[in-house]
């Protein structure tokens, strides 16, 4: 069975330059679930997914961030324009529904704002 | 006080041994707990869940105080392979909330 697939690997971008990740879940995951993580901290939940409805965005930062998830499967999250803190790793993970609180990470998007 | 606080370590441990680290939360609604461990520039994986009874996989045990609110997780028989980063997981309020991690080093 294939985990949850991320692209690029990464990305180095000059700062005020847009960015996109995207990220394809495990099949027939219901949920999926963008972190930020930072060096040395764990991951920071941006936002969360029920198939294709954001149900809790709370913590993305509406200014520069968007995300969507149109059929309810892959997913595409947004920074425009980037900044220098915004340099981290962006996680993507899913699980089979929330409930289920297993999540299985893709590798992670490293980017680099310059 | 922090949603969910781990003591950062590092806890450099020999080979063998046995170690033992806690994960402290503040919401005492808190409803489900777990460790992923993350290795060196890798993602998360699920450990364990951590039950109300407690929870053993092989070496690993975890275990649950309500009363205190914490987590635990101990490792006997410690091998260089556990040499990660152990990260807490707490589920409150319709959230998830990861602490920073325990880094551990186990010694040949």
């Known amino acids: 069975e294939a985990g949850v697939v991320q692209s690029p690997r990464y990305k180095i971008i000059e700062k005020k330059q847009p960015v996109a990740f995207w990220c394809n879940p495990i099949s027939g995951h219901n949920t999926l679930y963008w972190y930020l993580q930072n060096l040395g901290q764990g991951p920071e939940l941006l936002i969360r997914y029920e198939n294709e409805e954001a149900v809790d965005d709370s913590q993305l930062p509406k200014d520069r961030f968007s995300a969507e998830r149109l059929k309810g499967v892959d997913s595409t999250l947004k920074i425009q324009p980037a900044e220098l803190g915004d340099s981290a790793v962006y996680l993507c993970?899913?699980?089979?529904?929330?409930?289920?609180?297993?999540?299985?990470f893709g590798p992670g998007t490293r980017l680099t704002v310059t | 006080r922090k949603e969910v606080e781990q003591d950062p370590g590092p806890f450099n441990v020999p080979e063998g041994a046995t170690v033992a680290f806690n994960c402290t939360y503040s919401n005492s609604a808190s409803q489900s707990f777990f460790w992923y461990r993350q290795d060196c520039r890798k993602e998360p994986k699920l450990l364990m869940s951590v039950y109300s009874s407690g929870n053993e996989d092989g070496r690993f045990t975890a275990q649950l105080n309500r009363a205190s609110q914490y987590i635990s997780l101990l490792i006997r028989d410690s091998k260089l392979s556990d040499s990660a980063t152990y990260l807490c997981v707490v589920t409150a309020d319709d959230k998830i909330i990861f602490g920073k991690g325990t880094r551990l080093h186990i010694l040949p």
């Open positions: 993970a899913s699980s089979i529904y929330y409930g289920h609180y297993e999540q299985y």
